[in-house]
């Protein structure tokens, strides 16, 4: 079955230190990759996407690249802000399915 | 545009009562998600529904637990009788799944659900 492996966090970092956060999958065909983030209190936003293979989702500062070869969608940001603090989710969607796969989620916590 | 509302926001009732969650996807939406989100198994898929069907209801624990789906714009998750192990957030997602492709699921806020 679909299964998405994420790094275990927490991550603690200061203002304008670089993010990345990796997010490995396993699925059959061509399934569809996501980044979600959930700030404190809230559900679950739609952070980034990508659809297939070399596509790049981004969005507020935040990149992923949609590797196939590595089965790979790791997050980055450049320069993170305290704003950034939140629980992110990768999650894939199967090629034919509706259904998302969600990994265990990665808290981050970025210090002024 | 409204998102996916979720009611109540917090619950807390005491073992053995019965539980109604509420979910109103977006409009224009006909698919609807229910997740549980805890800290020892994170975000779990309940059941889910298309065009007011239910599709998959394999991740419902028990039998205590039922979801209906009356109509496009609302949807239940009953679990009775409650059990202290039923407290989590729940949260309710919905999106547009057609021919041209699966629209990105869009979450509520989550019903935060103690049973003491």
């Known amino acids: 079955g679909n299964s998405v492996t994420q790094m275990e966090g927490p991550v603690t970092l200061s203002e304008e230190a670089f993010l990345t956060i990796n997010c490995t999958y396993t699925?059959?065909?061509?399934?569809?990759l996501f980044w979600y983030v959930q700030y404190p209190g809230e559900g679950l936003q739609l952070l980034l996407k990508?659809?297939?293979?070399?596509d790049k989702g981004s969005n507020k500062g935040f990149e992923a690249t949609y590797r196939k070869e590595t089965t790979s969608f790791h997050l980055e940001k450049g320069s993170v802000q305290v704003s950034d603090s939140a629980v992110y989710f990768c999650a894939l969607r199967g090629a034919a399915g509706n259904k998302l796969t969600f990994g265990g989620g990665t808290r981050v916590l970025v210090k002024p | 545009d409204a998102g996916v509302i979720q009611s109540p926001r917090h619950e807390v009732t005491e073992m053995g009562q019965e539980v109604t969650l509420r979910c109103k996807p977006i409009?224009?939406?006909?698919?609807l998600f229910w997740y549980r989100q805890t800290m020892m198994r994170g975000l779990e898929l309940l059941i889910y529904f298309n065009n007011n069907v239910p599709i998959d209801d394999s991740g419902m624990p028990e039998d205590r637990f039922s979801a209906k789906m009356p109509n496009a714009s609302f949807s239940t998750l009953k679990i009775q009788p409650s059990e202290p192990r039923d407290s989590a957030v729940y949260f309710c997602a919905s999106s547009f799944q057609g021919t041209g492709g699966n629209q990105p699921q869009h979450f509520g806020d989550g019903t935060r659900l103690s049973i003491l």
């Open positions: 990508a659809t297939k293979a070399d």
């Open positions: 699925a059959t065909g061509y399934p569809s």
């Open positions: 409009s224009g939406h006909n698919s």
